[in-house]
């Protein structure tokens, strides 16, 4: 494994997309951060934009510990919210900060390979990583790849990887420093505190009292995967906190650190 701290790897939630002045903060600190000499990789999700467009379409949305369930006739949906709109409402937020960004998925350049997670999902993807060729060459231009979960397995079908996971795999891949931005302010507790620290020890025990749940319990779990395989902390934190994007931009510690 190589440890490389000139890039960072941030990842949105898809609450972002639905905050302008959110998005304008982020792109405002991830442009002062390229600025300096910082590689930043950008990986987003977009869940609510995708319930949207299946309750517009008449669709139903399932899912199963925080994992959608893809039938193959909601595909073209999901990958149009995906790796179209939300892709797309991302780079104009990164143009406007005077970022130049690369749109792509992880089905682009040969980055990760793709298999099916597991049958009960349906059209979901499990990613692993591949060849960093071509984020290298995006990130050693200045400039910010924009990444959405949608994969592509070697006989061309689409998959619908959750977000956090692939974050957690171009973070291998790269070697970056990862920061995982959601709607809240990190890991909270049973009374809605933040908890600053946590190890997977920890981890499995508020799991099993179902303090972390659905979407949080994917993510922590795919930050405690990152932290052990780069033996640093992975950060859970929120887009939605001005101060909190100021310390990251500082390179300080926010919201919860998951400990290897
Ligand atoms: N212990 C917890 N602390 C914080 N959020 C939690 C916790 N357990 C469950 N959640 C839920 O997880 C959500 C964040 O996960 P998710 O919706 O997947 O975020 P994102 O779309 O940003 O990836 C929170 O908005 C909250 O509803
Ligand atoms: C398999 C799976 O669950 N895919 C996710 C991908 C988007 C995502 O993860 O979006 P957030 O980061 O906003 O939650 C989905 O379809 O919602």
Redesign the pocket.
């Given at each position: 494994m190589s440890t490389n701290n000139s890039v960072l790897v941030l990842?949105v939630?898809?609450?972002l997309l639905q905050c302008e002045m959110g998005m304008a903060r982020l792109m405002d600190t991830a442009a002062a951060m390229i600025a300096n000499g910082q590689q930043v990789l950008m990986v987003?999700?977009?869940?609510?934009l995708?319930d949207e467009q299946l309750a517009a379409n008449g669709m139903e949305t399932v899912?199963l510990e925080?994992?959608?369930v893809?039938p193959p006739e909601q595909m073209p949906i999901?990958a149009g919210a995906?790796a179209g709109t939300s892709n797309k409402i991302l780079q104009g937020a990164a143009t406007k900060a005077g970022i130049v960004s690369v749109g792509m998925s992880l089905a682009d350049g040969n980055t990760v390979s793709a298999k099916i997670k597991d049958e009960r999902?349906g059209l979901?993807?499990e990613v692993s990583p591949k060849d960093a060729t071509y984020l290298k060459f995006i990130l050693s231009q200045g400039w910010m790849p924009i990444c959405s979960?949608i994969a592509m397995m070697d006989d061309g079908q689409m998959l619908?990887?959750?977000?956090?996971q692939a974050a957690t795999v171009l973070a291998k891949l790269v070697g970056g420093k990862l920061v995982l931005l959601s709607d809240v302010s990190g890991v909270l507790d049973g009374k809605g505190q933040l908890i600053p620290s946590l190890n997977g020890k920890q981890i499995a025990e508020l799991v099993k009292q179902g303090v972390i749940e659905k979407?949080m319990k994917v993510k922590v779990e795919a930050a405690l995967e990152v932290a052990q395989w780069m033996g640093q902390a992975v950060q859970v934190a929120s887009w939605r906190d001005a101060s909190q994007l100021v310390a990251l931009a500082k390179g300080e510690a926010v919201g919860t650190q998951i400990q290897p």
């Open positions: 990842k939630g898809g609450a987003h999700g977009g869940g609510c995708v899912k925080g994992l959608r893809t999901i995906l999902l979901v993807g979960s619908n990887v959750n977000a956090d979407g």
